[in-house]
C-alpha cells in the first residue's frame, strides 16, 4: 500500500499546482505602476505548504503560479518562481510539527504572505531594473512603481493567508498525507 500512498500525494499535490495557475490566470486584477496583476493563487500555495510540508508547499508556488506567468506575463516568470517557491517553502517549514494548531498556521501563512510582499519589491525594485539595463525583456517596473505595488502584494499575501487557512481547516483530514 506505500505505493497507493505516494501516488494519491502526488495527485493531491498535482492538484494543487493546477488550481494554483488555474486561479491565477482567471482571476487577474492589473496593477497598473508595474504591468504586474493580483491574483488569488497564493490560497493554494499556502494551503498546500499547511497540508502537505515544505516541498509541496515550494512546488505549488513555483510551478503553479510560475506556469501562470507563462500564460500572458512571461517577464514576471522568474520573480514569480522564486517569490512563490519562498511563500509555500516558508509555510511549509514554519508550519512543520507533530500538531498544527491555528496560531501557528496563522503565523506561518503570515510570514508566507509576507513573503510575498518582500520578494516582488526586491525583483521590481533592484533586480528587474538590472537586469533591463542589459535586456529590455526584463525593463518592466522600477523603485516607484515597486513601490505603488506594495499595498496590493500585502493584500494578496493576507488573502493568500486568510484563504490558505481557510482551505487548510477545511480539509483537515489530509493533514495525515503530511
Do not use: C, H
Amino acid at each position: 500500500m506505500p505505493a497507493t500512498n505516494e501516488r494519491a500525494k502526488f495527485a493531491l499535490l498535482a492538484t494543487f499546482v493546477i488550481l494554483t495557475a488555474v486561479t491565477t490566470i482567471l482571476i487577474r486584477i492589473p496593477i497598473p505602476a508595474t504591468t504586474g496583476y493580483f491574483n488569488l493563487g497564493d490560497i493554494f500555495i499556502v494551503a498546500a505548504g499547511l497540508l502537505f510540508g515544505p516541498i509541496a508547499g515550494m512546488l505549488t508556488g513555483a510551478l503553479g503560479a510560475g506556469v501562470a506567468d507563462l500564460y500572458g506575463y512571461p517577464q514576471f516568470v522568474l520573480a514569480t518562481v522564486a517569490t512563490k517557491g519562498l511563500e509555500g517553502l516558508l509555510v511549509g517549514v514554519l508550519s512543520k510539527g507533530s500538531s498544527l494548531r491555528p496560531p501557528r498556521a496563522w503565523f506561518a501563512a503570515l510570514m508566507g504572505g509576507g513573503t510575498v510582499m518582500i520578494g516582488y519589491f526586491i525583483f521590481e525594485a533592484y533586480i528587474y531594473p538590472t537586469l533591463g539595463a542589459s535586456m529590455p525583456f526584463f525593463n518592466v517596473t522600477n523603485f516607484q512603481d515597486a513601490v505603488v505595488e506594495l499595498v496590493p502584494n500585502a493584500v494578496q499575501g493576507f488573502i493568500g493567508a486568510a484563504g490558505g487557512i481557510g482551505l487548510w481547516r477545511a480539509l483537515a483530514g489530509l493533514r495525515t498525507a503530511r
